[in-house]
């Protein structure tokens, strides 16, 4: 079992539309959750991250975290083609990232 | 100028070749890392330092060294390029933010191709 583990997608949803993005991770010991997104050729950026369960939000974005279950989710409200890219799950305690979802919003 | 700055940006090499990847910083962190990326894989951690005397290997580091020259500096070596080391190769530095968060910054990336 990968200590992080991504749909590698593609995940494609119309723009405006709701974008889910998911991950699930082994470590139970693990405290911190990043969401980073990486355009193509060009490197990741942090979007958000969060350590305590339940929902944190920022804008059009919403980190959600269930430790009881293992996994982490990202939301995408109201999604543009601007928000078109791979996004990859990272837990903190091990330095580790999932392989990533690919994301097009479509017009 | 750029937080987190590696050169090469783009390096071609034959097998068997000594390669070295640079990575210099600006945001005073104390954590380095190096990740290389492969298409399907994601990132993999290949070494990693929480200061000028700690440095500690990732999943991946095998084939590869490291030297932290300094807090701002973190070079990763190649000693015999495979071509299997073909890949896209991040620098990255973290600080604990005011929520304790350990963020990562990275830099723009090496590209490195072994033929």
């Known amino acids: 079992q990968k200590e992080v583990e991504q749909n590698s997608g593609p995940l494609s949803v119309p723009e405006g539309a709701i974008a889910s993005l998911n991950c699930t991770y082994s470590?139970?010991?693990?405290?911190?959750f990043f969401w980073y997104r990486q355009y193509s050729g060009k490197s990741p950026e942090l979007i958000m991250f969060?350590?305590?369960?339940g929902d944190k939000e920022d804008g059009r974005f919403t980190a959600q975290l269930n430790k009881a279950s293992q996994y982490v989710s990202l939301l995408i409200r109201d999604s543009q083609p601007s928000d078109s890219a791979t996004y990859l799950c990272?837990?903190?305690?091990?330095?580790?990232f999932g392989t990533g979802t690919q994301l097009k919003v479509e017009l | 100028d750029a937080d987190v700055t590696q050169t090469p940006r783009n390096r071609i090499t034959k097998t068997g070749k000594r390669i070295m990847l640079e990575c210099s910083q600006t945001k005073g962190h104390d954590r380095m890392y190096w990740y290389r990326q492969d298409p399907g894989l994601g990132l993999r951690l290949i070494y990693y330092s929480f200061d000028v005397k700690d440095i500690n290997k990732g999943e991946i580091s095998d084939g590869y060294s490291v030297s932290r020259q300094a807090q701002a500096k973190f070079s990763l070596s190649l000693e015999s390029a495979i071509p299997n080391q073909t890949a896209l190769y991040f620098c990255?530095?973290?600080?604990?933010?005011?929520?304790?968060?350990?963020?990562?910054?990275f830099g723009a990336g090496s590209r490195l191709t072994v033929l």
């Open positions: 990255a530095t973290s600080g604990l933010d005011s929520s304790g968060a350990n963020v990562l910054t």
């Open positions: 470590d139970r010991g693990s405290q911190s």
């Open positions: 969060i350590y305590s369960n």
């Open positions: 990272a837990v903190s305690s091990k330095l580790t």
